[in-house]
């Protein structure tokens, strides 16, 4: 390969195995730590956190991914001649892209972080992005550049069902929770790229989740007038009923997107939003 750039990205980008071997995506794995027991993210199922949480009233913790692991994973790349591109989750979120800079450092400047200033396939997006243009023979700084500039053109958000796991996990007040609950409201949750990825909470519905989710996708996908139309995600975390697939069939028959892909979010993204979340994740140009 002529052009000796390389493309990495936190685990939490939510891609398929099938879509990182095709975009030539390598991860690194955040860890998650339940009833003392540490998992690479991937190696614990959203269903095990959700079980674990019902019978114990606990949620997993979370580690971010430390330089060691960042250099340990890139080093022998780099010592092939390769530079990295490498995709983190989004700052305001994790210290995983403060720790791809200083591996930065100790990788001799060859390692390009990207702060994707979003978490799950909003970061999966711009890493596709990243891909295309390595694919093109640009260069790893170019790419860098480029996709830092594209985290603002990002639009990553949910649609939860329960702000319970959001208050264990101390992102809400109990009150909220309660006040949500007894309203019987479903809260959309936004990811703001102009604050690195911070989360608030959007448009509040009311009703039942089968019925509110496709409000949401309407009112998600009404609001731009430039959607880029190359891709979309619905992302999940666990759904009942088999409602994600209706979703994804509901979002690809408005003809929007030339390619939609359904994904599980990974364990550490699920064990904040709880079950029964889904997002529709796009770019604008």
């Known amino acids: 390969m002529d052009n000796k750039v390389l493309l990495f990205a936190d ?29 690479k993210d991937g190696e614990i199922t959203s269903e095990d956190i959700f079980d674990n949480y019902y019978k114990t009233k606990t949620l997993p913790k979370t580690a971010a991914i430390n330089i060691n692991d960042i250099v340990t994973e890139l080093k022998p790349y780099v010592d092939q001649g390769y530079e990295i591109v490498y995709i983190s989750l989004g700052s305001a979120l994790s210290s995983s892209f403060r720790n791809s800079c200083l591996a930065a450092e100790e990788l001799d400047d060859k390692v390009y972080p990207v702060d994707s200033c979003s978490l799950s396939t909003g970061a999966g997006l711009l890493a596709i992005e990243a891909a295309e243009r390595i694919a093109k023979g640009m260069p ?34 109990a009150l909220a929770a309660f006040g949500a609950n007894l309203l019987g ?60 697939q209706k979703v994804l069939e509901y979002v690809k028959a408005k003809g929007i997107f030339k390619e939609v892909f359904l994904t599980r979010a990974s364990g550490t993204v699920s064990s904040h939003c709880g079950p029964n979340t889904l997002g529709v994740l796009f770019m604008t140009e």
């Open 11 to 39: 685990s939490t980008i939510d891609l398929t195995p099938e879509l990182c071997e095709r975009y030539s995506i390598r991860t690194v794995p955040i860890h998650v730590i339940l009833n003392d027991k540490t998992y």
């Open 185 to 244: 409201l479903k809260p959309s949750i936004k990811v703001f790229n102009d604050q690195q990825g911070a989360m608030g909470v959007g448009k509040k519905y009311r009703g039942k989740y089968e019925k509110v989710i496709f409000e949401y996708v309407d009112d998600t996908l009404s609001q731009y007038d430039n959607i880029k139309t190359d891709r979309a995600f619905v992302t999940y975390s666990s759904m009942t009923g088999g409602l994600e």
């Open 140 to 173: 790893a700084k170019q790419v860098a550049e480029e996709v830092q500039a594209l985290s603002q053109n990002n639009h990553a958000s949910f649609v939860i069902d329960t702000l319970e796991f959001l208050k264990a996990g101390g992102r809400c007040s």
